[in-house]
């Protein structure tokens, strides 16, 4: 498998590398979706689209390496985003957005996301900022949450990609 994390890794770069590994598969349904297909509503019963869930995953890398890990000030558009009016905005407003922009936009946020973890020595150390609350998480916390989040996103990426290609006509 291409680009299959290393088995023999340490602790962090396995992290790293596994998250990098659905980061991957996120910017690789992008490849295989038009602007159309990816802000289409596919499935009656839920309001994700590809590129809701694309710009949802640009949204989380942001809130949790930048915003609660070292405080650093939100990358826009989160920065001015409607949340306290609309707490799904990134999903919502991804209908506006073309496949490039919500490439360009997920691509910025995980590089953020490396650089602002790459300051960090330890796993054990604790974000600056608390979430739950008044607790305080740890890198590896957030390390994981993001690869509970990534993969799982990826998951329903991939089944909506099945409808986007089943909705195709024929050729």
């Known amino acids: ?6 088995v023999t890794a340490d602790e962090r770069r396995s992290l790293e ?4 590994f659905h980061r991957a ?9 038009s602007d ?3 802000t289409t509503r596919l499935f ?4 994700l689209t590809v590129g809701g869930i694309v710009k949802h995953l640009a949204a989380m890398e942001d809130l949790w390496f930048s915003h609660k890990l070292l405080d650093v000030p939100s990358a826009e558009p989160w920065r001015s985003a409607p949340f306290d ?5 990134e999903f919502h407003s991804a209908a506006g957005n073309t ?17 602002i973890a790459a300051q960090v020595e330890s796993l054990d150390e604790l974000a600056v900022r608390a979430s739950f609350g008044e607790k305080l998480v740890s890198l590896r916390w957030i390390y994981l949450h993001m690869l509970e989040e990534t993969a799982q996103h990826r998951g329903h990426l ?3 990609m099945d409808a986007v290609r089943q909705a195709r006509p024929s050729r």
């Open 1 to 6: 498998m291409k680009n299959y994390p290393n």
């Open 17 to 20: 590398q596994f998250l990098d």
């Open 25 to 33: 598969g996120v910017l690789q349904t992008l490849d295989d979706v």
């Open 36 to 38: 159309t297909e990816a």
């Open 44 to 47: 009656p019963a839920t309001e």
């Open 85 to 89: 009016q609309d707490p799904d905005w």
């Open 99 to 115: 496949v490039a922009e919500l490439r360009e936009l997920y691509e910025n946020a995980c590089d953020a996301s490396r650089k």
């Open 158 to 160: 991939d089944l909506l």
